[in-house]
């Protein structure tokens, strides 16, 4: 079972960018697919992007073109560039990892986007 901790949110001005990191920990880091979702005030959780563990990637059509997710194996870590940053994009970010049907959540980390 994996141990998953977000790091790398705040307060950031619209257009603004952040990085945000997931350090896995407890088992293969490698195997496992990953992903970065979100949950604003309100409103279902959303997927955000997603990285298998070949390095394949998918994104949120509100995030394409902005945010980049990648994977560092070496280091156990899932990273979320954000770039262009909006304030509809203001949520709490969780880092999540999927092997074999289960899903493995870290507690969450808040990016908020306001001038």
């Known amino acids: 079972q994996v141990q998953l901790v977000e790091s790398g949110g705040g307060l950031v001005q619209p257009g603004g960018s952040l990085r945000l990191s997931c350090a896995a920990s407890g088992s293969i880091f490698s195997i496992y697919d990953m992903g970065w979702y979100r949950q604003a005030p309100g409103k279902q959780r959303e997927l955000v992007a997603r990285i298998t563990s070949g390095g394949s990637t998918i994104y949120a059509d509100s995030v394409k073109g902005r945010f980049t997710i990648s994977r560092d194996n070496a280091k156990n870590t899932v990273y979320l560039q954000m770039n262009s940053l909006k304030p509809e994009d203001t949520a709490v970010y969780y880092c999540?990892?999927?092997?074999?049907?289960?899903?493995?959540w870290g507690q969450g980390t808040q990016v908020t986007v306001s001038s």
């Open positions: 999540a990892g999927f092997l074999r049907g289960d899903g493995y």
